[in-house]
């Protein structure tokens, strides 16, 4: 099976801060890459789709970029509604896999 | 509304079966594949199992495979997932979701809880 491993686990942050997180898949994925957020007690919501596309009614804030192996997930300004977990997801096999989570926690 | 609704869970001893259901409304399940997700208490999430949009192909995780049987009915635009002998690590909120080759529509979750 692919294995995702995100970067950082968590991170504390500011609102209006610019913030990165990392995906690397165990093999070349393409641009199979998807983004999810999720709050506590709720369902995750598709952010990004295909390594880069915009899911629609998401903010422009976020974006996705990479292909291959390596991906990032990118919120340009924080704001208060964006502290949550945050999955990665390959669809390039039969078999998805997520990352791990990152768990964004206010500063 | 796009919306995915899903029943059936509850509390079950270990060894035990239950039976989730699926149901779709806004959308018409036959033209997609749809899929399960698990995320156990304070844990990450977990693909379980994908169905294709005809019912021919359908995958497992290996943690449920030969336990879990995933079905559709397209007729009543409506999914299953039947768990037999359930095990403590099977405890988890299950989702329904509809695969688009990501997965863009998603069910609230229903919670299985397997002890004894």
């Known amino acids: 099976d692919i294995q995702m491993t995100q970067s950082p686990s968590s991170l504390s942050a500011s609102v209006g801060d610019r913030v990165t997180i990392t995906c690397r898949a165990s093999?070349?994925?393409?641009?199979?890459l998807n983004w999810y957020q999720q709050k506590p007690g709720r369902a995750p919501d598709l952010l990004i789709y295909?390594?880069?596309s915009l899911q629609s009614g998401v903010p422009s804030r976020f974006s996705g970029s990479g292909s291959g192996t390596d991906f990032t997930l990118t919120i340009s300004s924080l704001r208060p509604e964006d502290f949550a977990t945050y999955y990665c997801?390959?669809?390039?096999?039969?078999?998805?896999?997520f990352g791990q989570g990152t768990k964004l926690e206010i500063k | 509304e796009v919306q995915l609704v899903e029943s059936g869970g509850g509390l079950v001893k270990p060894g035990g079966s239950l039976r989730l259901s699926c149901a779709a409304s806004?959308?018409?399940?036959?033209?997609?594949?749809m899929i399960w997700v698990r995320q156990a208490p304070g844990k990450g999430l977990e693909w379980v199992s994908s169905?294709?949009?005809?019912?021919?192909?359908?995958y497992y995780a290996d943690s449920v495979k030969g336990r879990f049987t995933f079905s559709r009915d397209n007729a009543k635009n409506s999914l299953s997932l039947q768990m037999n002998s359930l095990r403590a690590e099977d405890m988890a909120v299950y989702y329904c979701?509809?695969?688009?080759?990501?997965?863009?529509?998603w069910g609230k979750g229903a919670t299985v809880t397997v002890s004894s």
């Open positions: 979701a509809r695969d688009a080759g990501h997965m863009d529509v």
């Open positions: 997801q390959q669809s390039y096999s039969t078999v998805y896999t």
């Open positions: 169905i294709s949009s005809s019912g021919s192909h359908i």
């Open positions: 093999q070349s994925i393409s641009s199979y």
């Open positions: 806004g959308f018409t399940i036959s033209n997609y594949n």
């Open positions: 295909a390594a880069s």
